[in-house]
């Protein structure tokens, strides 16, 4: 046994030069770059997209929100006091393609570019599995999957026709993995769209292209409010190790590594849960 076992790596070495002048702000800044990248934001008006959309701000970039509630993308910005230069807002209902695909010259004509392109619009209306009609089961799936699709697709296209490298985060869920009682739609959209998370990133990796998903356990917000009564709230504490809700801002870490185009760069296909352990509980 040597009297380091980590030089048998080889990389001791490199540690201890690096210390000499040893920098973690430098060191930081460096692997998690963002300084002037631009992300859009698409579900960025609401609680969990927007706390990401702040840690991005906050990271550097400047940010588009793409969203179909123009008053609570205002709010978001009077709260984060956002200059023009750096946060901007585009109306669009994702459900529609040609909405879509107006967002790309939007943004470039108001930035001048694109990086990091965020999926994250969603709805979750509970219904139990018998009662659901038709339209609700398509109206789900036209946000939570459609949409989506309509969203990889247009940005695809534009980064894989220039040559950009670029990175996508797709807004999965815990029912993704792990198919959630009285959100069965919901469920069957997310796990679609994890599927079409490791197809992209396998189709995109040639391009430079990195393809993941991001999947938040059990955040209350808006969304999930309806759902949220005594009885399940006290199923998700049971089942979750560190006995809590999540915090909207406990996203940011996750979504600021895969956003770097450093930290995350060998990173695609991924689903990084951010779940207070529920993905994993057991007895
Ligand atoms: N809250 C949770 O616990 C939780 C857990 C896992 C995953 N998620 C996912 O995270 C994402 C954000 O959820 P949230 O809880 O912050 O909800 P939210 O309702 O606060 O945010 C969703 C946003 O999407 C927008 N939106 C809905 N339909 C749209 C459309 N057709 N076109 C444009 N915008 C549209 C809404 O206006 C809203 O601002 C969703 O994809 C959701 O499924 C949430």
């Known amino acids: ?72 993308a205002d709010a978001h910005f009077q709260r984060w006091k956002s200059p023009p230069e750096k946060a901007m807002f585009f109306k669009a209902d994702v459900t529609q393609r040609d909405q879509v695909a107006k967002i790309i010259p939007a943004v470039l004509e108001w930035f001048g570019e694109i990086d990091i392109w965020i999926n994250g619009a969603g709805i979750a209306p509970p219904k139990p599995y018998l009662e659901i009609m038709d339209e609700e089961f398509e109206a789900i799936l036209n946000v939570n999957l459609k949409a989506v699709h309509f969203g990889c697709q247009v940005i695809g296209e534009h980064w894989v026709n220039r040559g950009k490298k670029g990175c996508i ?92 185009e450093k930290a995350g760069s060998f990173i695609t296909g991924a689903n990084l849960v951010v779940d207070g352990g529920f993905s994993v509980m057991s007895i």
């Not at 769209?193 to 396998?202: D, E, F, I, S, W």
Request: proline share 5%.
């Open 1 to 72: 046994m040597p009297a380091n076992p980590r030089a048998i790596l080889g990389f001791v070495f490199i540690e201890e030069a690096s210390l000499k002048n040893y920098d973690p702000c430098k060191f930081l800044n460096g692997l998690f770059d963002l300084e002037n990248k631009v992300a859009v934001i698409i579900g960025g008006a609401g609680v969990l997209c927007g706390a990401m959309a702040w840690g991005l701000l906050e990271a550097g970039c400047r940010v588009a929100l793409v969203d179909s509630n123009r008053k609570k």
């Open 169 to 260: 985060i797709n807004i999965s869920s815990m029912a993704a993995i792990r198919p959630l009682s009285r959100s069965f739609v919901y469920s069957l959209s997310k796990a679609g769209l994890l599927n079409l998370t490791q197809n992209l990133a396998r189709e995109w990796a040639p391009h430079g292209i990195r393809v993941n998903a991001l999947c938040p356990g059990f955040f209350p917000t808006e969304q999930n409010r309806q759902i949220l009564d005594k009885q399940r709230i006290e199923a998700i504490m049971r089942l979750t190790p560190m006995a809590r809700f999540g915090n909207s801002k406990e996203l940011i870490g996750a979504t600021l590594l895969l956003a770097s």
